[in-house]
């Protein structure tokens, strides 16, 4: 197999860009059309690279290099591993489903939405599948234009506040990565991910690097005192731009946590992780009571969103590697679920036009099909059993409690907290009496409701296949675990520097007696 | 062969070019109709002819005049430059003056005089000649401000635009004068010796004030914050074009004849002259980014936000080495064609459209010219140093000398101002792309467009073609760099 493939799927949507721009404004149709094909043919590609990836293989494959700085040794560097395998196929998926889900819904400037999402959709795979640091951040910034565009031009009242908000917040985050990468860079000479990895850096240096590259992280996924971008992005964001920004940008920084901070910087990361978990789960409990409190439901489930990272950044910081799978997986079903629930929101949105839960009120009567997956969602955002959020959330949780008891204990009452809000919100929506403010028209009876409301032939294939795969998530996990393992298991052999952190001896003592 | 006619007669680029300036001068004064296309086809042939001369040229020092005037790499190399750049300048302004009811053919040979002095300076080894040159070159931009002359906004940027600039070569003179009392030589080869032994001599402390005076004259012209003030008057009352011959073309003048400075004469003073500099970027990137930020009026915004990029370029001969001034090269580079094509296409709306003062005005273009828009949006972009785009490898170069020097502080500032500057980008793009005003603006006046239009892009795609391969512009800074630091 010497097929390019990596290079292949960013370079495909970038061509079914440029031949977009050259559809006339008349015909835009024609332009989501070409996007919807070659998002297949890209997600058939990932499909490809997922059943030809070797997983008992822990190094990277697929790997390209492309001489492009030569003086400087900065080359165009592709390649995956366990971990970014699935983000890879999670992002490649989600646009493609994000194409078809808001299929009907995006009629303004059509052209100029399908060539944004295949513009971010490049960059996503780009930025999940460099292994050079440089042409890392290239695709992590790029992703900005896009989506700024996407939020911008198509969002919703005070979009231009939200849109700006959230580029200079992320802008702001990265400069201090790129500051980061370049001191990595006069020291090592090289920015070749697998080159680093041998190198090893002074453990003072490792602190002033960790911490430039986790304000860009923590920004990103995003992390407590620095979340409050997410809220108002999410709220004005189209549905589409919501689904990816929930499914794939925030996995960046939780991506980039575990790929550059874990291994490059590993004294500092041990160093900095009793802090890290103390601020996971003040985001977790903290996100969670905002949540209760919430009458959008957009808001609701962006904060739910910033609660599920805290839980992804207790894994990733409690170095056992159970852990760390399970906030991989919880990051991939988190970026099903939320993006489904994103999906469903923006199909309320485009009937009903309110997303004030108070307004909604026993919609299972007159959309039972709808209603049904999308309280499905709403357990897998919860965290039930048989779902795919249950299995990274106990993963973390149960991992995580052996390193650090008293924080976890506080993490779970974050899932109890959980369970209140989207429960809330279930109950809210789907039942009760059929709500008189949604501004339904009385005259008809309500088949007629379930005919006019029904949903379209893509909307309900997006559900459907978001349904199914959350299910099959939750219930067989191996095909994902499995390359996942390796790659973890790996790391943890290779740096075994990296040890639990000694703070919790006493209370384990106490255990012990 | 024709490589060593560039060593055995002195100045034939210059030669070239105020030879067929000055006939083209004549044959205008008489002959009336279609002049201009003429003049113009005459120098940007002369311009291609003299680089591709230059290219072919062989690269060794020579002195010529007595030691008044030089053949060196360097030069050789930065006139290439400044030729290939101000063809296209050139050529923008010659389609662009017309649509302006400029029509005297008389500015594009000031223009090219301009380019004439700058060459001039670019190629002396004497404080003369350098100030001949530079003096020439900015005479010609006084002219071409106040060309539009029934604007009364555009003289008085002009007299404001002079008044500085006399003011700022006065102390450049003053500077020139004091070097010379206390060193007995305006040669810079000398100047270079002198300076490199005896440094710490108390006698001589007058030349260390006279080298202030100097650089701080040429950062009048640059310009950087606190001598910045004329910038955004003349940027806002100049016309379209000129504006954007003066913020590219000068300023390639001045930052290669600041590098020459720096390396040959005071070269031995690098500790003086170093503080100066940071302190100076530091300031100009934080006054231009601020100042920029509230700016309404569009060509303030861009003048505050040059002085902001000058001062970012600066920290590259301020850190010093071979990085620091091949970055500055290739930021110099980038941002001039950055420049270009922005101005461009800002000309190609405000006359397609509707006059453009403020802001809020570019609102409406994006959805009546989708294709033009976009190309706007990515210079932009990349004036704002988003990554993918051309400005933000330009900006890594010079950051990464600044790394590598470990000037933490100076990289801090410097890439908070870049976020400052995304902001007020952000705000053209804002009001560009994301207001949804379906204003439909009918065209009013049809440029020779196509022509322009595939300059603009021409211009982008040579952008792109650096970033992608980069290794002919790394290696061509690379050589100036160390051709002027060890010679």
């Known amino acids: 197999m010497n097929i390019p493939i990596l290079s292949l799927m960013i370079l495909l949507p970038f061509l079914a860009g440029f031949v977009c721009t050259l559809v006339r404004k008349e015909n835009s149709e024609n332009a989501k059309r070409i996007a919807g094909f070659v998002s297949c043919i890209n997600s058939i590609l990932a499909g490809g690279l997922w059943f030809y990836f070797d997983s008992y293989n822990p190094g990277f494959q697929f790997s390209e290099k492309y001489l492009w700085i030569k003086s400087t040794c900065i080359d165009f560097e592709l390649g995956i591993d366990g971990i970014s395998l699935f983000f890879v196929i999670l992002s490649v998926w989600l646009s493609t489903l994000m194409i078809f889900g808001t299929w009907y819904s995006v009629k303004d400037r059509l052209r100029e939405y399908t060539i944004s999402c295949l513009a971010l959709q490049a960059f996503m795979v780009g930025s999940f599948a460099a292994t050079n640091l440089f042409v890392f951040y290239i695709f992590f910034e790029a992703v900005l234009i896009p989506m700024f565009l996407i939020i911008g031009i198509w969002g919703g009242e005070n979009r231009i506040y939200a849109t700006i908000k959230f580029f200079l917040y992320t802008l702001f985050g990265s400069v201090f ?87 490059l910087f590993p004294d500092a990361s041990t160093l900095f992780a009793p802090y890290i978990s103390v601020l996971s789960v003040i985001a977790i409990v903290w996100a969670s009571l905002i949540a209760l409190a919430q009458t959008d439901i957009k808001k609701l489930i962006a904060y739910s969103s910033i609660a599920h990272m805290g839980i992804v950044t207790l894994g990733i910081f409690a170095f056992k590697p159970n852990a760390l799978i399970g906030s991989i997986i919880q990051m991939i079903s988190h970026g099903l679920v939320s993006s489904a629930l994103f999906f469903g929101i923006g199909m309320l949105y485009d009937r009903f036009h309110t997303r004030d839960i108070n307004l909604y009120g026993g919609l299972i009567k007159i959309m039972p099909g709808f209603s049904i997956m999308f309280i499905i969602f709403s357990f897998a955002s919860i965290g039930l059993p048989f779902t795919s959020g249950f299995v990274g959330e106990i993963l973390v949780l149960i991992d995580s409690f052996s390193v650090r008891p008293f924080i976890t204990a506080f993490a779970c009452s974050g899932m109890v907290l959980g369970a209140v809000y989207m429960l809330n919100l279930v109950n809210k929506v789907f039942y009760g009496k059929l709500s008189a403010k949604l501004g339904l028209d009385s005259r008809l009876d309500i088949n007629d409701y379930k005919l006019h409301l029904r949903l379209r032939p893509f909307e309900s294939a997006v559900l459907v296949v978001l349904t199914i795969s959350i299910i099959t998530l939750g219930i067989c996990t191996n095909p994902i675990m499995t390359p996942i393992r390796r790659t973890v298991s790996q790391y943890y052999t290779s740096h075994t520097n990296v040890k639990p952190i000694q703070v919790d001896n006493k209370i384990r003592l106490q255990y012990a007696r | 062969m024709l490589g060593n006619i560039l060593k055995s007669i002195p100045a034939i680029p210059e030669f070239i070019l105020s030879i067929s300036a000055l006939i083209s001068l004549v044959i205008g004064a008489f002959k009336q109709k279609k002049i201009e296309r003429l003049i113009i086809g005459t120098i940007i042939l002369g311009l291609v002819f003299l680089c591709f001369l230059l290219l072919l040229s062989d690269k060794s020092e020579q002195f010529f005049w007595n030691g008044l005037f030089i053949h060196m790499p360097f030069g050789v190399c930065a006139k290439i430059i400044l030729y290939s750049l101000s063809a296209i300048a050139l050529f923008c302004l010659f389609s662009f003056l017309n649509a302006y ?8 040979i000031i223009a ?6 700058g060459s001039v300076a670019l190629s002396s080894n004497h404080f003369l000649t350098f100030f001949i040159g530079l003096e020439m070159s900015h005479l010609s931009q006084y002219l071409l401000v106040a060309a539009d002359r029934d604007n009364q906004q555009g003289s008085e940027a002009a007299v404001k ?21 206390f060193t007995g030589t305006s040669f810079f080869n000398t100047l270079f010796y002198f300076f490199g032994t005896y440094v710490n001599d108390f006698e001589h402390a007058g030349a260390i004030v006279g080298m202030l005076f100097v650089l701080i004259g040429l950062c009048f012209k640059l310009p950087v914050a606190p001598f910045h003030t004329w910038a955004p008057d003349v940027y806002q009352a100049a016309p379209l074009p000129i504006v954007l011959f003066i913020v590219t073309i000068p300023k390639i003048i001045t930052v290669f004849s600041l590098l020459h400075l720096l390396t040959c004469p005071f070269h031995g003073i690098f500790t003086y002259w170093r503080y100066l500099f940071v302190g100076i970027s530091i300031l100009s990137m934080v006054w231009g980014s601020l100042a920029a930020l509230r700016q309404q009026n569009l060509r303030r915004m861009f003048a505050y936000g040059s002085v902001s990029d000058m001062g970012f370029l600066l920290m590259g ?3 010093g080495g071979e990085f620091g001034l091949s970055s500055a090269i290739i930021y110099i580079i980038f941002y001039s064609l950055n420049m270009l094509g922005m101005f461009s296409l800002l000309i190609i709306f405000e006359k397609s459209f509707k006059p453009i003062n403020d802001i809020k005005d570019l609102s409406g273009i994006m959805q009546s010219s989708p294709m033009l828009g976009s190309l706007f949006c990515l210079f932009i972009l990349s004036f704002a140093g988003i990554p993918p785009m051309p400005g933000f490898f330009a900006k890594i170069y010079v950051l990464e000398s600044v790394i590598t020097r470990s000037a933490y502080f100076m990289g801090v500032v410097a890439i908070l101002t870049t976020v400052i500057s995304a902001a007020y980008y952000l705000n053209v793009l804002r009001f560009f792309v994301l207001s949804q005003s379906a204003l439909k603006i009918n065209r009013i006046y049809s440029l020779r467009k196509y022509i322009v239009k595939t300059l603009v892009v021409f211009v982008f795609i040579i952008l792109c073609g650096m970033v992608i391969f980069p290794f002919k512009l790394l290696e061509l800074a690379r050589s100036m760099a160390v051709s002027i630091l060890f010679q």
């Open chain 2, 101 to 108: 009811n400029i029509k005297q053919f008389e500015w594009l």
């Open chain 2, 317 to 319: 001969p301020a850190m």
């Open chain 2, 161 to 181: 635009f002079f008044t500085i600039g006399a003011i700022s070569t006065g102390l450049m003179l003053f500077g020139m004068s004091l070097i010379y009392g």
């Open chain 2, 112 to 117: 090219t005089f301009s380019v004439i002095g």
């Open chain 1, 177 to 263: 990565m790129l500051l980061a990468i370049l001191k990595l860079y006069t020291e090592a000479q090289t920015l070749s991910f697998i080159e680093l990895q041998d190198f090893h850096i002074s453990p003072h240096l490792q602190t002033l690097l960790f911490l430039g590259f986790m304000v860009s992280f923590a920004i990103k996924i995003p992390m407590w005192p620095v979340h409050t971008w997410l809220p108002d992005a999410h709220v004005e964001a189209p549905a589409g731009g919501s689904v990816l920004l929930a499914g794939v940008l925030l996995k960046m920084g939780g991506y980039g946590m575990i790929r550059f901070c874990l291994t």
